[in-house]
Nanobody, 115 residues
């Protein structure tokens, strides 16, 4: 069973930056899309950013211009660089990997932005 492990979350002041990483416990074959989602307390899980095999990206409007998603196909890793963080970015951040054999989710990492 593949496990995804996120890291890089924490507490940061508004305007600060964090870089999230997501690593797979073993190789995942035929990965298509890798992405980041977040879930604030009492809210639904929402898309933050995704990146396809071809490198095309898509971002939630709320993070455009502030967050950057990237991936390392050789290492089966996906990253999220978060700049100019706002208190409303506070949430648990999850990575997701979609493949021809199924979808995988990480356990989440908490990001807290203080005002």
């Amino acid at each position: 069973q593949v496990q995804l492990v996120e890291s890089g979350g924490g507490l940061v002041q508004a305007g600060g930056s964090l870089r999230l990483s997501c690593a797979a416990s073993r190789s995942i074959f035929r990965i298509t899309t890798m992405g980041w989602y977040h879930q604030a307390l009492g809210k639904q899980r929402e898309l933050v950013a995704i990146i396809t095999n071809g490198g095309r990206t898509n971002y939630a409007d709320s993070v455009k211009g502030r967050f950057t998603i990237s991936r390392d196909n050789a290492k089966n890793m996906v990253y999220l660089q978060m700049n100019s963080l706002k208190p409303e970015d506070t949430a648990v951040y999850y990575c997701k990997v979609e493949s021809a054999y199924g979808d995988y989710w990480g356990q989440g990492t908490q990001v807290t932005v203080s005002s």
